[in-house]
């Protein structure tokens, strides 16, 4: 089982670089095989009007893409369109990630930035949107979406057919499942 990443600091940004610190490194390599650990996917997010980056693994990435053939139709259509704007970055000689300047511009990232762990991937903020929208969240809530969404993945890669609304699924889904 791979460890949640589940943590957030602010780091310095410069030249669109950011350092991967010894915690992160650590868990990238617990959760990956060999070298597979310093090869990342970064995708522009949008939910709900706040952008961020979310930044995986190459096992998770693979993972997803192994358990797309059981997605809805919808759920495919959004992974392929996924695909389609994903960036493929490693980690340097000197720990440090490199963002595509596009993205970094999205984001209007400058000198700092916010990185979070966030289950089975890391996000990628501009610290005043990250602490705008850290003031009202219930952090009880999100521990139980993060676990069940890990759960749901640990399940595609079961062969388990998801729901049409895998993003949306509530705990009650887990409960119809023999064996859980």
Not at 36 to 56: E, I, Q, R, T
Not at 65 to 78: G, I, N, Q, T
Not at 83 to 97: A, F, H, P, T, Y
Not at 145 to 159: E, M, N, P, T
Request: charged share 30%.
């Amino acid at each position: 089982m791979a460890d949640l990443y589940i943590y957030n600091y602010e780091e310095a940004f410069n030249n669109n670089r950011l350092s991967i610190p010894r915690e992160l490194r650590r868990t990238l390599q617990k959760n990956c095989y060999g070298d597979s650990w310093k090869s990342l996917h970064v995708l522009p997010m949008n939910d709900f009007g706040l952008k961020y980056l979310a930044v995986y693994d190459d096992d998770v990435w693979q993972r997803i893409e192994r358990a797309s053939d059981l997605f809805s139709d919808f759920s495919r259509k959004v992974w392929n369109e996924a695909k389609d704007i994903e960036e493929s970055v490693r980690i340097g000689k000197d720990n440090r990630l490199t963002i595509p300047s596009e993205f970094a511009q999205q984001l209007n990232l400058e000198n700092k930035v916010t990185v979070a762990g966030c289950g089975d991937r890391i996000e990628i903020f501009n610290p005043a949107d990250y602490n705008r929208i850290m003031k009202d969240i219930d952090f009880e809530e999100i521990y139980e979406k993060l676990h069940l969404a890990y759960r749901l993945a640990q399940l595609a890669d079961q062969g388990i057919q998801l729901p049409d609304t895998m993003f949306f699924v509530t705990i009650d889904f887990l409960d119809k499942i023999p064996g859980n």
